[in-house]
């Protein structure tokens, strides 16, 4: 399985991007648990969202209410929709995937939030 991340860039304060994590193979069958993850320089790894079979998505409490995690089965691509992003949202994000107890990372796209 390999993840491939898209969809970051540069955004001013208040903007929108939605990011995608596209899979290689059929994961969606598998009954994986996905997640969006994000680092920004100097800290650690942090999750942002996760989705599990049946679409239910949870947040940190950071991003509650702005950022909205959904996946596609048939595409077996997940995405995340960010809203009123804050220069504090900047950071290099990571979507993941556990399918019968193996991890498998994306390689990270970066978003920047200008002020």
């Known amino acids: 399985v390999q993840l491939q991340a898209s969809g970051g860039g540069l955004v001013q304060t208040g903007g929108s991007l939605r990011l995608s994590c596209a899979a290689s193979g059929s994961i969606s069958s598998r009954g994986p648990l996905l997640a969006w993850y994000r680092q920004a320089p100097g800290k650690q790894r942090e999750v942002v969202a996760t989705?599990?079979?049946?679409?239910?998505?949870n947040y940190a409490d950071s991003v509650k209410g702005r950022f909205t995690v959904s996946s596609e089965n048939a595409k077996d691509t997940m995405y995340l929709q960010m809203n009123s992003l804050k220069p504090e949202d900047t950071a290099v994000y990571f979507c993941?995937?556990?399918?019968?107890?193996?991890?498998?990372w994306g390689q990270g796209t970066q978003v920047t939030v200008s002020s």
């Open positions: 989705i599990a079979p049946g679409g239910i998505g």
């Open positions: 993941r995937a556990d399918i019968a107890r193996t991890t498998y």
